[in-house]
Every structure is written in C-alpha cells, then in structure tokens.
C-alpha cells in the first residue's frame, strides 16, 4: 500500500514539474505594445534603422514584409527539443541576419506537429553586423 502512494507521489511531481518548466522564461523581457508576448530587445535601435519598424511578437513574413529579406539565416534547436513530453513550439530558432543592422531571433513554427507561425522573440541590433551566420 505504501509503495503505491509513492509511485502516485512521484508520477505527480513529474507532471507538476513538466507543466510548470514549459511556462517559465529567463532572460531580459520587454512586452510588446499589446503586452501578449514577451521577449529582449538588445542594443539601441535608433529611429532611422530599418529594425525600428519591427517590434517582439511580429510574425516572419511580417518583418519581411516591412524590411525586406535578411543577408542570411541559420536554424537551431534549443534544449527544449529534448524534453521528452514537451508540447510547446519554442523547440527551434530561427535567426536571421541583416548587414549593417543586425539579427533577429524568431521562435515557434515547430511544434509537435510542424507548422505555425515564427515569431520575433530577439531584436540584437548592431551596425557592425557582417550579415553572415557563423
């Protein structure tokens, strides 16, 4: 009888541990005008940049849309891909690179199932960027 309360005990904080780590975040935040996403903003982007047009949240075709498409682009998974019961899209980023204006990081779109939208969650602005992934 003992044994069973133990295993129900330890099957819960699983659960409880695996629902309270998808929601958690580090990092700087900052919100974007409607407050629903979170994300950082590195650098002060000076109201001439073309990154001055985007803003956390927006979707990949938007930026594209406003500023035009990136010099280049990379893709990683994050650590999250290895979480066994994740169910989340943050499992891949998708950073891209502006010469002269400098990177951002879009997250989302993976998922369990593949598809969504990529959203900005990183503005790194530097007018020193090469515009090359390395």
């Not at 009888?1 to 129900?8: A, D």
């Not at 073309?50 to 682009?73: E, L, N, Y």
């Not at 998974?77 to 499992?91: L, Q």
């Not at 980023?93 to 598809?115: M, Q």
């Amino acid at each position: 009888m003992k044994k069973k309360g133990v295993i129900h005990l330890i099957a819960l904080a699983f659960f409880a541990t695996i629902l309270t780590g998808c929601s958690s975040t580090s990092g700087s935040q900052s919100s974007d005008t409607s407050g629903s996403r979170s994300g950082s903003i590195i650098g002060t982007i000076p109201d001439d940049s073309k990154f001055a047009k985007i803003s956390i949240g927006m979707s990949m075709r938007q930026v594209i849309d406003i500023i035009g498409p990136p010099t280049d682009q990379k893709v990683y998974g994050t650590g999250k891909m290895f979480i066994p019961f994740y169910m989340g899209s943050d499992n891949v980023r998708h950073e891209v690179f502006y010469k002269g204006e400098g990177r951002i990081i879009y997250t989302g779109g993976a998922g369990l199932v593949g598809g969504g939208v990529n959203s900005v969650h990183t503005i790194i602005y530097d007018p020193n960027e090469s515009g090359y992934a390395r």
